[in-house]
């Protein structure tokens, strides 16, 4: 492995060079008027996974993005891992904020600057130099390897399911393979086993045909927003904040004493924690810590709430209605359209007769991802990064969502491995995104002995 050391060192020049250049197509894929340039990434990324050195390199068209595939399977008697990332990013807005060109690479600090060196074309990166590395210097790899690359990330990867379901003989594998997340430092390297899931519903409490005067009607009969404020209370107990939906809980899979352990090591001081979000202190769901609780407990929330005046000055107005916005995070194994219904049906039981209650289910469902932390792919990852940051990894969870890594585990009925290099302070999806360079040549080693140790493992 020393001559892949050796190679890494040699072509930093050239990686940047060619990171510039894909970092340059401004991919977004949330804008219709940037489907040249995902065309144009995506092309990037089929020469790149060519000249890495993997065989059946090609577009496959979507409903949406274009997806890339390659693989290299010469690997008699090895497992198989398929590499994930994804080649389009975030818009940039607002760009004043930027520092610098949001397209243009730049390094300062250590770091490269730009959309999408961290989110996730940097890290993608990684591993097709690394696969390069194996095939230009050995002419083989330790295992076989899979690489899909899609364009559709940043706005739900809406079409990959039905790819994944169209190809699911060409993307059989062991293990999925995934730098697409943080460690908590660079000094602490850790691995994320697990991510929540989402369900998002809008309701509607309405008690009158029109909105009316509350000096004359005042009194005579409910006010919806008082009436939603009341129900909504009975979603989540104040004080243990427990969601009371019934059956909210049944189906989530309990931390284990191992896990709890791990958990227990990330090192968190909730007073700092508070103070860093102008919080007064941390409030969450009783018996649990504040890092259980926001990556393996479920939540209710209300994300927003409206009705009657909202406006300047005085408008003494008797509502016709009252909306609020209300979204779950769920963990395994919870079932994004399970809860929804669960919720729906509790909500409307809790109405009182004087108001009519409308919900509207939105479609952005995700289903949470959980990987035991004894599967072969965690231990292949722990020994990686052991041997590259000269430590232990930290296991996380993480509280938001990637709802394609519960489809991958669901459609392949694999284990998804998250190795992200990225840190806190990346700033996705916001101005100034940068990748730390130190964490790209680290990503380089890791990845080279995650295939080597999984192939061992596995
Ligand atoms: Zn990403």
Redesign the pocket.
Known sequence: MKELLTYFKANEERYQKELTEFIAIPSISADVAHRKDISNAATFVEKQLKSAGLKNVKQYPTKGNPVVYGEWIEAKDAPTVLIY??YD?QPVEPVDKWKTPPFTMTAKGGKWFARGT???KG?LFIHLKVVEAYLKNLKKLPLNVKVIIEGE??VGSTNLAEFVKNNLKKLSCDTILIS??NMLGKNKPSITYGLRGLTYLEVSVTALSGDQHSGTYGGAVANPIQVLAEMLVKCKDPKTSKVKIPGFYEDVVPLTKKEKTELAKIPQDDALYAKNLGARQTFGEKGFTTIERTGARPTFEINGIWGGHTGTGVKTVLPASAHAKVSMRLVANQKPEDIAKKFIDYFKSIAPDTVRVEVKKFENDGFAALTPLDAVGMKAAAAAIKKVYKKDPYFTREGGS?PVVADFQQLLGVEAILLGFGLPDDN?HAPNEKFDISQFKKGLETSMHFLEEYAKLK
């Open positions: 990332g994804h990013v961290a989110d996730d890290q990330e940043e697409d997340t990637i996705l």
